[in-house]
């Protein structure tokens, strides 16, 4: 199964922003609803955020709603999570996956992650 790609994460100050990457196929980008998750410090893996392939839907998790924007770029194939107003609770390892089941069930093909830390 294909393995998406994450980058963009680092360190930021709480209210700042960060905005993360997902480098996916082609045949992904067009046909494949794209989703963000994360997993916190002793947390198990949780929803963030996810598009669907036609970027007519997007779905936030609660605790994200109104500060996370997700996104999706065909021209060069990538999935962006825009991250404002952090808070320190927004530290964790964030993923990207496809999505089999709408909005917020995965494939399971997990990556590397990217690292979002947040300092209060």
């Known amino acids: 199964q294909e393995r998406l790609v994450e980058s963009g994460g680092g360190t930021a100050q709480a209210g700042g922003s960060l905005r993360l990457s997902c480098a996916t196929s082609?045949?992904?980008?067009?046909?494949?609803?794209t989703g963000w998750f994360r997993q916190r410090p002793g947390k198990e893996r949780e929803f963030v955020a996810a598009?669907?392939?036609?970027?007519?839907?997007?779905k936030y998790g609660d605790s994200v709603k109104g500060r996370f924007t997700i996104s999706r770029d065909n021209s060069d194939n990538t999935v962006y999570l825009q991250m404002n107003n952090l808070e320190p609770e927004d530290t964790a390892v964030y993923y990207c996956?496809?999505?089999?089941?709408?909005?917020?069930?995965?494939?399971?093909?997990w990556g590397q992650g990217t690292q979002v830390t947040v300092s209060s």
């Open positions: 996956d496809r999505i089999i089941s709408w909005p917020s069930g995965p494939a399971g093909s």
């Open positions: 082609k045949s992904t980008q067009e046909a494949a609803s």
């Open positions: 598009i669907s392939w036609n970027n007519a839907f997007t």
